[in-house]
């Protein structure tokens, strides 16, 4: 009698959507299968749970903002990034044009939208170097909703990625839009501290080092196939999810490849660059350490080909 695989649990930093797109490939291809790997996708109700969920250990790997890995290990949570989904999506307050927003200082007088707690410490820092009082704006928590927040006037701005909730407020309005880039008002010089990670507790890292591996090989085949085909890809994810088979989805899942990452790579830099931003911004100690919070040993050193280098056939027949 056969023994049953045992399933690996993935938890999405939200609904399943057009930038999850090459985790849905590689199952849908069977790529988690040929490595050994019966993946449970799971959705989130609230993306703020996710580093507690997998700090906890209650599932094998999420998804989730590299800003929060520095404040899930402040807070005692072994959690560590093994690679890149989505690099650097340009993010920022969205607006519509028609609400004559032009620059930060425009915030005074309006109510601002965030996603969860460090979206408002973002907000609040970026007041203070402006020379803005906290009494002079409002801060609204809209979760990851920000854009049917503008529509429905509940607030008048928000942080938002480009590839997704500033197209969805297109979409939903009709009409022009804007973003203010938080990695420009606050010169970081890249958007790096949303780029999304595969994280993991590092009890996973010491007990499935090999499931982790084969989990990064199969993901980095399924990003190359989505980015090599994207109008097959969006046609599988829409297999998978029926109502993601819309106008705007493929708009968003068009807009999001540029920002997928190929090799999946933690970059050094960017942790170095996010670690000082969140030190400036107290969700972390200024003397951490980025090193502690990501890691590159799950990521093929190259990428995936359906037959060997002519070199290591070479080599092989030689032996």
Partial sequence: MSTAVPRTTLLLNW?????????????????????????????????????????RNIVDIGLKAMVHCYAARDRNY????????????????????????????DIRGKKVGYVGEFG?????????QADIDSSEYETVRT????????????????IGIGNFQQIELEHLCGEETGMLR????????????????????????AMQPEMLKNFMRATQRATAYTIENPEKAFAILCEQNPRLNTELYHK???????YFSRDLKNV????????????????????????????????????YASM?????????KAA
């Avoid at 408002?120 to 203070?128: E, H």
Wanted: glycine share 8%.
């Fill in 15 to 55: 609904y399943a959507n057009p930038y999850h797109t090459p985790i849905f490939i590689a199952k849908a291809q069977g790529y988690y299968q040929e490595a050994g790997i019966n993946l449970a996708i799971l959705e989130t109700t609230d993306p703020s749970d996710v580093t507690e969920i997998v700090g």
């Fill in 78 to 105: 072994p959690v560590k990034s093994i690679g890149t989904l989505l690099d650097e999506p340009a993010t920022g307050l969205i607006f519509l044009k028609s609400s004559n927003i032009k620059s930060f200082d």
């Fill in 120 to 128: 408002k410490v973002m907000i609040d820092d970026l007041a203070k």
């Fill in 143 to 158: 979760g990851m909703n920000v854009a049917h927040a503008i529509s429905q006037g509940i607030v008048d701005t928000g």
């Fill in 182 to 205: 938080i990695d420009e008002l606050a010169g970081l010089g890249c958007c790096c501290f949303c780029s999304v990670l595969y994280i993991v507790n590092e009890e996973t890292i």
């Fill in 252 to 258: 968003i899942f068009i807009s999001s490849l540029p």
């Fill in 268 to 303: 050094a830099r960017d942790w170095e660059k996010v670690g000082r931003y969140s030190a400036q911004l107290g969700i972390t100690p200024e003397d951490h350490d980025p090193k502690d919070c990501y890691t590159n040993e799950f990521v093929p050193t190259q990428a």
């Fill in 308 to 316: 060997p280098p002519l070199s290591e056939e070479r080599e092989g």
